[in-house]
C-alpha cells in the first residue's frame, strides 16, 4: 500500500510564504508524476503544479511566478514553495501521485493541509 504523507500549511498574512511538503512511502516501484491540486470552498479542485520523472514541471497561470515545486527522487518527497501569497490562494491542498506499486499504476492522494491566507 502506497500512503502519501503531507506537512507543512497553515495560516499565513498575504504576501507571506509557506512551504508544504508530501512524503510518498510504502510498495513504490517507481513513480510517474507527483504534484499538487487546491480546493477552494465551493470550488472543484484544480491542479495547482505538477512534475514528471525527468522533473518537466507545469504550473496553473494563477500561481506562475509565486510558487516552486521541487522533488527529492531519493527520498520520494515533493515541496511546494509558495511565495507573494494572495488571499485567493486559500484552499485545502492535496498532494497527488501517480505511482506504479509493484506492477499496478495508480493515482493517489494525500490528507490535504489547510492553507489560508488571510490578514
Known amino acids: 500500500q502506497v500512503q502519501l504523507v503531507e506537512s507543512g500549511g497553515g495560516l499565513v498574512q498575504p504576501g507571506g510564504s509557506l512551504r508544504i511538503s508530501c512524503a510518498a512511502s510504502?510498495?513504490?516501484?517507481?513513480?510517474?508524476?507527483m504534484g499538487w491540486y487546491r480546493q477552494a470552498p465551493g470550488k472543484q479542485r484544480e491542479l495547482v503544479t505538477i512534475?514528471?520523472?525527468?522533473?518537466?514541471?507545469s504550473y496553473a497561470d494563477s500561481v506562475k511566478g509565486r510558487f516552486t515545486i521541487s522533488r527529492d527522487n531519493a527520498k520520494n518527497t515533493v515541496n511546494l514553495q509558495m511565495n507573494d501569497l494572495k488571499p485567493e490562494d486559500t484552499a485545502v491542498y492535496y498532494c497527488?501521485?501517480?505511482?506504479?506499486?509493484?506492477?499496478?499504476?495508480?493515482?493517489?492522494w494525500g490528507q490535504g493541509p489547510q492553507v489560508t491566507v488571510s490578514s
Open positions: 512534475m514528471d520523472s525527468r522533473g518537466m514541471t
Open positions: 510504502g510498495s513504490i516501484f517507481s513513480i510517474v508524476a
Open positions: 497527488n501521485g501517480d505511482i506504479y506499486e509493484l506492477g499496478t499504476r495508480r493515482y493517489y
